[in-house]
């Protein structure tokens, strides 16, 4: 610690703080993102600077870290649901811990262009490829670039059907809070009508934690909250795997779903035990393993831009 001495004290007070951060990082991907890793350096550099303190054993005690998000509250959720099959929680267990707190990068694949072969859901002008359940048009609110949920108009689905896919999709709680759990900025993506990956404004907002943003809802809690707040754009990057049914109706494999939210994973192939529905262990449903992907209305003006779809190819 003596080479320190050699630095002018702010630059000294600096440089400790950089040090204390990449000390207190429990990541080791520090330098391999490197979006979230100066966006970390950025934040502690200039949250410790003025209260680095140093005592005269030498020993230095770092600020503590930014916390732009805290867990608002005591568990909110269910005690008499039935248990999930394979796990010890109930569904939407008032007792399961919800997942870290992550601070993203600034962005991830937000504003990602489509890929060549991608069908785009929404490029930013009309929802021409959406419609009601019935097969009307969808009545929701398209504005400048980007279109939101007209509560009570009832949730939107893609005209067409996909099989397994890659779901680009970007979404915006309001910016106006209002509500708590899951009344705020509540939506959700459902593929093929029954696997929904959750939309919520999970920004010091507590809920179960199968139900907060990135649950396979009432299933699996996300592995990490890297929510945007309230009116920010956040991006989903999402792998879903549709069941398979044999000749029989029975079930031959599972439906899976990989999840990134603003590039953090929240879900790596994550098996689905059936439907995702509130309250309920509900069994598959055989299908021929093409559907819809659809938009939840729960009566939030949840934003929505950006979507676009490719089917997963087959390895040679
Ligand atoms: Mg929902």
Redesign the pocket.
């Known amino acids: 610690m003596k080479s320190i001495s050699l630095f002018p004290a702010v630059v000294r007070v600096g440089l400790l703080a950089l040090v204390a951060a990449g000390c207190e990082s429990s990541s080791h991907h520090h330098h391999e993102h490197h979006g979230h890793g100066a966006h970390s350096a950025n934040a502690m550099s200039a949250a410790s600077t003025p209260t680095v303190s140093v005592n005269t054993d030498g020993v230095f005690t770092p600020a503590p870290p930014p916390a732009p998000q805290q867990d608002t509250g005591a568990g909110v959720g269910y005690d008499k649901t039935p248990v999930i099959p394979g796990q010890k929680w109930r569904v939407h267990d008032k007792d399961r811990p919800v997942p870290p707190i992550v601070t993203p990068g600034a962005r991830f694949s937000h504003g990602a262009p489509p890929p060549s072969d991608a069908t785009v859901l929404f490029g930013g002008r009309d929802l021409t490829q959406w419609e009601l359940s019935d097969g009307k048009p969808a009545p929701w609110t398209v504005m400048n670039g980007f279109f939101q949920v007209a509560p009570k108009a009832g949730a939107i689905q893609t005209r067409q059907e996909f099989g397994d896919c890659q779901l680009h999709i970007e979404f915006a709680t309001p910016s106006l809070v209002e509500g708590s759990s899951q009344g705020r900025g ?3 993506v459902f593929f093929h009508a029954d696997f ?1 990956v ?3 404004d999970s920004y010091n907002n507590r809920t179960y934690a199968d139900g907060q943003v990135g649950a396979l ?1 009432g299933q699996w809690p996300p592995l990490a909250n890297p929510v945007k707040g309230p009116g920010e754009w956040n991006s989903y990057d999402i792998v879903f795997e549709a069941p398979r049914f044999d000749t029989a109706g029975k079930l031959s494999r599972p439906g899976y779903l990989t999840v990134i939210l603003n590039g953090v994973l929240m879900h790596n192939r994550k098996e689905l035990n059936g439907p995702t529905h509130h309250q309920v262990v509900d069994p598959y449903k055989p299908y021929n393993s093409r559907g819809k992907i659809s938009l ?1 209305d ?1 009566g939030n003006t949840t934003r929505f831009r950006n979507i676009w779809v490719r089917a997963i190819g087959e390895y040679n």
């Open positions: 509540n939506s959700g929904e959750q939309v919520l809802y939840q729960h």
